[in-house]
């Protein structure tokens, strides 16, 4: 299956409306200016280093701004925010102190955990993404003497062996344990998270049996791939691989 958009482009602005309630997504340039009333979000060589406003004089290549349709944006704003800095992500001119409600917590999650598949196949890293060196050079690189070491992932009834074969490949070995109901939004709808991982199973349903256990291996191109495909998503699946020493997918291989 595939999820639905539609939009329109004119003079460098390249405006997204999401369906289901999901609200808007602008994409320009490094000349764009933020929308007042939206999640502003700039980018440097595919980085994250500003939400809401940006120190002055920092220079920026692509600006994201996001009206969400299910939640406040000073609150989606506040999360991702809060989630790059814990991330380790240098966040400069940074001026959301609007505090996310106790009661607003989970419904911010939820829409977050909807948006980041689809920020993601953007091309748009928010904390959940390897994080980029000066040159842009990437945080996480595969290596050869990694490619027999095998890591378990269990996570929310999810449990699997992977390996990380080659650079974009990894493979997910029989007799996985996928989790099987999928978290749904507050309507009862699947969110985007959900639907991107039934594309997956959908492109390798000959690979699991009707318990969600894996009968052959499954090639994917990613980490975050792994994560939707084992258990929708919805964490930082960089953290959930982890080798015999303890140690995670993403430790390993920071460049």
Not at 8 to 26: K, S
Not at 219 to 228: D, H, P, R
């Amino acid at each position: 299956m595939s999820q639905s958009f539609t939009g329109n482009y004119e003079m460098d602005r390249f405006t997204i409306q999401l369906d289901d309630a999901m609200g808007e997504i602008v994409l320009g340039n490094g000349d764009a200016q933020p929308i007042d009333g939206s999640v502003n979000l700039f980018f440097k060589k595919g980085q994250l280093v500003g939400v809401s406003e940006l120190a002055k004089n920092r220079k920026y290549d692509r600006l994201a701004s996001i009206t969400p349709g299910r939640c406040a944006y000073q609150y989606l704003a506040r999360m991702i925010a809060d989630d790059a800095i814990q991330a380790g992500i240098k966040l400069t001119g940074e001026a959301t102190t609007t505090k996310v409600p106790t009661n607003q917590v989970k419904p911010t999650r939820a829409y977050l955990d909807d948006l980041l598949p689809v920020l993601t196949f953007m091309g748009l890293s928010l904390a959940n993404a390897p994080v980029t060196k000066k040159g842009g050079k990437p945080r996480h690189s595969w290596r050869q003497e990694i490619a027999t070491m095998p890591f378990t992932v269990d996570h929310e009834g999810a449990k699997a062996t992977v390996y990380w074969t080659k650079r974009n490949a990894l493979v997910i070995k029989a007799g996985a344990q996928m989790k099987a109901e999928a978290p749904l939004n507050k309507d009862g709808s699947l969110g985007f998270s959900a639907r991107f991982t039934q594309q997956l199973r959908d492109e390798n349903k000959a690979s699991f049996d009707q318990n969600f256990v894996t009968t052959t291996d499954v090639q994917l191109k990613s980490v975050n791939e792994v994560g939707l495909f084992l258990y929708f998503g919805g964490t930082n699946s960089w953290l959930q691989l982890i080798n015999a020493d303890g140690e995670s997918i993403g430790d390993l291989t920071v460049a």
